[in-house]
């Protein structure tokens, strides 16, 4: 019988301002590989293709909820109104989309990042 597979820390660098004001543009990101996630995290993500079938970067994205129609996908947003990719522009995403959970930003300065969060809507 095999062990369950923990979750593993790794470090993230974060690219663009679609987390702004929580997360800015450099900021370095402790993040767990593999780990549940929960309504309000901010978490990796893998998005959709884009319009011309390229594949997108992997975001940090905040994870709202369950899509209401397939509670098996989760909606994303951005804490940024005005920036970035969310599920308002590609749907909803499966559960193998969201790679990681953010934990802490340690760079520019240390802080607890877990908490919840309502952004703003468009």
Do not use: C, Y
């Amino acid at each position: 019988m095999s062990r369950p597979r923990l979750p593993r820390p790794r470090l993230v660098r974060v690219s663009g301002r679609s987390m702004e004001p929580t997360l800015r543009e450099g900021d370095l990101l402790l993040v767990l590989w593999g780990a549940r996630v929960r309504r309000g995290d901010m978490a990796v993500v893998r998005l959709p293709d884009d319009a011309q079938g390229r594949p997108r970067p992997l975001s940090v994205k905040r994870v709202t909820g369950r899509d209401p129609d397939d509670p098996a996908r989760w909606w994303l947003d951005s804490d940024n109104p005005r920036e970035g990719v969310t599920s308002f522009d590609v749907g909803s995403i499966t559960g193998d989309d969201v790679l990681a959970v953010v934990r802490a930003r340690l760079h520019p300065g240390p802080r607890w990042v877990g908490g919840r969060h309502t952004p703003s809507h468009r």
